[in-house]
């Protein structure tokens, strides 16, 4: 239980300062205990686990699986985020049933992330299907907001914080791709200390938002970063340099002024090595 009046974003960011990771992704077919290796091997500071099938199977996962991570981390000095389910479930849906079963997909999550050693996990706040419009906004907004509070508070119980990630755009209308959208949902959460936002710059990067503009509305509330690149239309998770997004300029106006954990998202494991060779070479250069 975090003591009270304790701000748990702030945590994060003290126990992790500035930490590289990798994310675990779906077409990575050599198994999680490869990744982790390939982790360590590169010489990340943290992986973030994505509780995506096959590679981490959430309805299937069990103390045993809880004991094998922690003991192949056991041995390594690497760090640990964790990544809530998004594809398959919906926060904001409005098919009770469906978001129910969501809530409780998130919170199980929550109960791993406290038993695998993770101050936080990132949640996608929902999505309003294309056959819908955007006028069920207000709607998708107070679901949304029921749904993770009712997370927040399982969180509180555990000493684990959550951010919220700002989304992408898409044919679905994925909730809050916006900085102000996005800051006016977190900042909707007056009860709760252990709430934060996860900045994807690859998402925002999609709807065409400045990104370091972008950054500075949301500083104060960020506790941690995604990085992949992009052609500012489809996410494609790909390779720095593949797209048009300039991480250099960002290196330079962003991520140095930043103290929290940065996690490569790059779904091809030679883009995610040479990426992180890139950045590294940037931070010798600008920190």
């Given at each position: 239980?975090?003591?009270?009046?304790?701000?748990?974003s702030?945590?994060?960011?003290?126990?992790?300062?500035?930490?590289?990771?990798?994310?675990?992704?779906?077409?990575?077919e050599?198994?999680?205990?490869?990744?982790?290796?390939?982790?360590?091997?590169?010489?990340?500071?943290?992986?973030?686990?994505?509780?995506?099938?096959?590679?981490?199977?959430?309805?299937?996962?069990?103390?045993?699986?809880?004991?094998?991570?922690?003991?192949?981390?056991?041995?390594?000095d690497?760090?640990?985020?964790?990544?809530?389910?998004?594809?398959e479930?919906?926060?904001?849906?409005?098919?009770e049933?469906?978001?129910?079963?969501?809530?409780?997909?998130?919170?199980?999550?929550?109960r791993?992330?406290?038993?695998?050693?993770?101050?936080?996990?990132?949640?996608?706040?929902?999505?309003i299907?294309?056959?819908?419009?955007?006028?069920?906004?207000?709607?998708?907004?107070?679901?949304?907001?029921?749904?993770?509070?009712?997370?927040?508070?399982?969180?509180?119980?555990?000493?684990?914080?959550?951010?919220?990630?700002?989304?992408?755009?898409?044919?679905?209308?994925?909730?809050?791709?916006t900085?102000?959208?996005?800051?006016?949902?977190?900042?909707?959460?007056?009860?709760?200390?252990?709430?934060?936002?996860?900045?994807?710059i690859?998402?925002?990067?999609?709807?065409?938002?400045?990104l370091?503009?972008?950054?500075?509305?949301?500083?104060?509330?960020?506790?941690?970063?995604?990085?992949h690149?992009?052609n500012?239309?489809?996410?494609s998770?790909?390779?720095?340099?593949?797209?048009?997004?300039?991480?250099?300029?960002?290196?330079?106006?962003?991520?140095r002024?930043?103290?929290?954990?940065?996690?490569?998202?790059?779904?091809?494991?030679n883009?995610?090595?040479?990426?992180?060779?890139?950045i590294?070479?940037?931070?010798?250069?600008?920190?």
């Amino acid at each position: 239980m975090r003591e009270k009046g304790k701000d748990k974003s702030i945590e994060v960011r003290r126990i992790f300062l500035w930490s590289l990771g990798a994310s675990t992704f779906v077409g990575y077919e050599e198994g999680l205990q490869s990744f982790i290796s390939l982790v360590e091997i590169a010489n990340f500071d943290h992986v973030e686990l994505k509780f995506e099938w096959p590679i981490l199977d959430i309805e299937n996962f069990t103390g045993k699986d809880v004991k094998k991570i922690n003991d192949l981390l056991g041995t390594t000095d690497i760090g640990l985020l964790v990544h809530a389910p998004y594809l398959e479930i919906n926060l904001a849906s409005f098919n009770e049933p469906i978001r129910k079963i969501s809530v409780n997909v998130v919170k199980k999550c929550i109960r791993i992330a406290s038993l695998l050693g993770s101050h936080a996990v990132t949640i996608h706040a929902g999505k309003i299907h294309e056959v819908y419009s955007k006028r069920f906004y207000e709607r998708a907004f107070n679901l949304a907001q029921n749904s993770i509070s009712s997370c927040l508070r399982t969180a509180e119980d555990y000493g684990v914080g959550i951010g919220i990630e700002n989304e992408k755009k898409g044919a679905t209308y994925y909730l809050f791709p916006t900085s102000y959208e996005l800051l006016e949902f977190v900042e909707s959460f007056h009860a709760f200390e252990n709430v934060g936002i996860v900045y994807d710059i690859g998402h925002a990067n999609t709807v065409g938002a400045d990104l370091v503009t972008f950054f500075e509305m949301t500083q104060e509330r960020i506790i941690s970063i995604h990085l992949h690149d992009n052609n500012g239309i489809t996410d494609s998770h790909m390779t720095f340099g593949k797209g048009n997004i300039d991480f250099e300029l960002l290196i330079k106006n962003i991520l140095r002024k930043f103290r929290a954990p940065v996690t490569l998202q790059i779904y091809d494991k030679n883009g995610l090595l040479a990426s992180k060779k890139m950045i590294e070479k940037w931070r010798r250069t600008y920190f």
